[in-house]
């Protein structure tokens, strides 16, 4: 008999949380909603997002229809599955969202609002974190479709910059060479 009423409260317990889950799904947020709920601006996603999950742990994911860029104060880039996890004023464990910095591309890690009133937020890439003003993510910039999936981005534009600079440097040692002989 024990057991049967440690059962019954389990499938009860699961009850209880299906019904919070489908009360959240009721209420047909967008994730952009979730966002604001968060403390957090609407424009850290781009437009157009309709597909995403988001769960009582503050786990999301969202989806896209492509990989795309995004132009804010820098070129932010969104592969097409973007996940963390929301906490008041921040997102950890972020994947899928890299920021371009001086020609390069570093992948973002967390987000955060520092004091709401400072009109400051953070991208933290792991070594460095970089501020912006909060106010250039008020609204979901539109995203500009990109071949790049899964990084890819990032090893193209390093190639990119590495052969500008191999070239860069080969005409500079060409001229120096050619002041020498003078």
Not at 45 to 50: D, T
Not at 85 to 101: E, K, N
Not at 121 to 133: E, L, T
Request: with cysteine.
């Amino acid at each position: 008999m024990l057991s049967y009423n440690k059962l019954s409260l389990f499938l009860h317990f699961i009850c209880i949380i299906s019904n919070i889950l489908t009360c959240i799904n009721s209420q047909d947020l967008t994730i952009y909603e979730v966002l604001q709920e968060h403390g957090l601006p609407m424009g850290l996603l781009p437009k157009g997002v309709k597909n995403f999950a988001f769960d009582a742990n503050g786990k999301f994911e969202v989806h896209l229809d492509q990989p795309c860029n995004a132009k804010f104060e820098n070129e932010i880039h969104y592969d097409m599955n973007v996940s963390g996890v929301l906490r008041f004023g921040q997102i950890d464990g972020l994947s899928g969202i890299a920021a371009q910095d001086l020609f390069l591309w570093f992948n973002v890690k967390e987000i955060r609002v520092d004091v709401p009133s400072s009109g400051l937020i953070y991208f933290d890439v792991g070594v460095v974190s970089k501020q912006f003003s909060l106010s250039s993510f008020e609204t979901p910039r539109d995203c500009i479709g990109v071949g790049f999936s899964d990084g890819g981005h990032i090893v193209q534009a390093l190639a990119k910059s590495r052969a500008k600079e191999l070239q860069y440097k080969g005409v500079f040692e060409q001229e120096r060479s050619a002041m020498a002989a003078l």
